[in-house]
């Protein structure tokens, strides 16, 4: 099937006279007829649902449509994106381990990762997208187990060129994870261009309405983790908390690693989506290729009319031809890249506050991504927990406005641009 059909019918497949629509499975908990049937539940030997704090059948049916519209082997659902990033790298790292990551993400995943999970041992090294390949090898260590980028950077909209990271990933013998929230696999497939574990903020277009909190982890399956066992041993050694179980040996390449993410980290830290969510999370995937379609042409109408505009000082969207990373948007993203346009006010700071102030149409909001159109202004929201240089080094200058560009009509929100930018 096609990507837009995978979107409708990927996932759940009802058999005669059941539901049509993916059903709720609001229970925390599930019957069994023995403890013998149970028993072979926690030692993995079986596949089934004990407690919805690992896994729910609502929750699996939505994970197997985003698995399949990536191009993945398995695929599992979480709380919020923040829960997928740092399942992602947790699942393969601990105490003492490095990660190379590019520094332009996520302002939230950037503190994940430079405060939270470095007072857990685990040290990351941030580096510029834009770097030569000597330069991204050079950040490797004997100690590295991953490689972290987006697709498209939120908010800075650099455009991650995956090959020459996966390239760089492989060839130290660790995989490349990519959060591809803002591309989305109607836009972007990374696995199909050398990564290798996929993630989404769900919360964002894969929702699409601004009704749901949620994540999800994608694994490509392809990542030979006995090749490299040394640096894997969550994976590679047998795990005594499930009688010993050795996760790539009983599960393969194809659900090693989406296995141990349910059995250990989901098991002890909780981190499970609602069933309710998952269903309005269905529904939202369901309309996802007409959105998308409508989110990228409304966002190229917006940038092309604010880079005519006498007072804006400068447009970044990378579907924009002439844009930095308009090349490489055309290479992995031929069809749209997103709705998300950055740009800056003339008059710096206190400009842009003017602006925002005045817009009718576009609602002032911390999301992004959904079916309305909103703005932020980053460096005193999602990203004020940085300083100026690491705001520069994160490509969100302290004057970046974001406009999530919505579903309207078109005209509504250019009209609205217009009057607040008004003198």
């Known amino acids: 099937m096609e990507r837009e059909t995978k979107c409708i ?15 709720i499975v609001q229970s925390t908990t599930f019957k069994y007829d023995s ?12 596949d089934g649902y004990f407690y919805t704090r690992l896994a729910n059948p609502t929750n699996d049916y939505v994970a197997k449509k985003i698995c399949a519209l990536e191009g993945g ?37 950037y503190n994940l990762f430079a405060v939270t999970m470095k007072r857990m041992g685990i040290e990351f090294t941030f580096v510029d997208p834009d770097c030569t390949e000597e330069e991204l090898n050079a ?26 990271f996966a390239k760089a990933a492989h060839a130290h013998g660790v995989p490349l994870i990519i959060d591809n929230t ?31 909190v949620g994540g999800c982890i994608v694994d490509s399956g392809k990542f030979d983790w006995f090749a490299h066992a040394d640096k894997f041993p969550g994976l590679t050694t047998p795990d005594e908390s499930y009688h010993g179980v050795v996760y790539a ?26 069933p309710m969510n998952a269903y309005l999370l269905n529904l939202g995937i369901e309309s996802l290729p ?36 308009y090349d ?58 940085m300083n100026d240089d690491e705001l520069i080094a994160a490509g969100v200058g302290p004057d970046l406005v974001r406009l999530s560009v919505g579903i309207e009509n078109v005209n509504d929100i250019l009209a609205d641009l217009a009057q607040a930018l008004e003198d």
């Open 9 to 23: 019918h990927a996932g759940y497949s009802p058999k005669n006279g059941e539901s049509r629509m993916i059903p």
């Open 35 to 46: 403890s013998e049937d149970m028993g072979k539940l926690f030692d993995l030997e079986a």
């Open 73 to 109: 082997s398995a695929a599992m659902l979480t709380s919020s994106g923040q829960a997928a990033t740092f399942y992602s790298v947790f699942n393969i790292c601990g105490a003492g381990d490095h990660v190379v990551s590019s520094s332009t993400i996520y302002g939230g995943s």
């Open 139 to 164: 950040a490797f260590r004997p100690n590295t187990k991953a490689v972290f980028g987006e697709t498209i950077a939120n908010p800075a909209l650099i455009v991650l060129d995956i090959e020459k």
């Open 182 to 212: 803002f591309a989305t696999p109607m836009n972007c497939r990374p696995i199909e261009w050398g990564a290798d574990i996929v993630t989404h903020s769900t919360t964002k277009y894969l929702d699409g309405h601004d009704s749901t």
């Open 249 to 274: 040996e009983k599960f393969g390449l194809e659900g090693a690693f989406i296995t141990k993410a349910t059995a250990q980290l989901m098991r002890d830290l909780g981190s499970i989506q609602a």
């Open 290 to 325: 007409v959105r998308m379609e409508r989110h990228c042409s409304n966002a190229l109408k917006v940038a092309s009319f604010l880079e005519q505009h006498e007072n804006i000082a400068w447009v970044n969207y990378p579907s924009l031809p002439g844009n930095k990373y």
């Open 328 to 385: 490489l948007a055309q290479k992995y993203m031929p069809d749209g890249t997103c709705g998300v346009v950055s740009f800056g006010v003339k008059g710096g700071r206190a400009a842009a506050e003017k602006f925002m102030g005045k817009l009718k149409v576009a609602m002032i909001a911390t999301h992004v991504a959904d079916a309305r159109t909103c703005v932020l202004h980053p460096a005193s929201s999602t990203h004020r927990q």
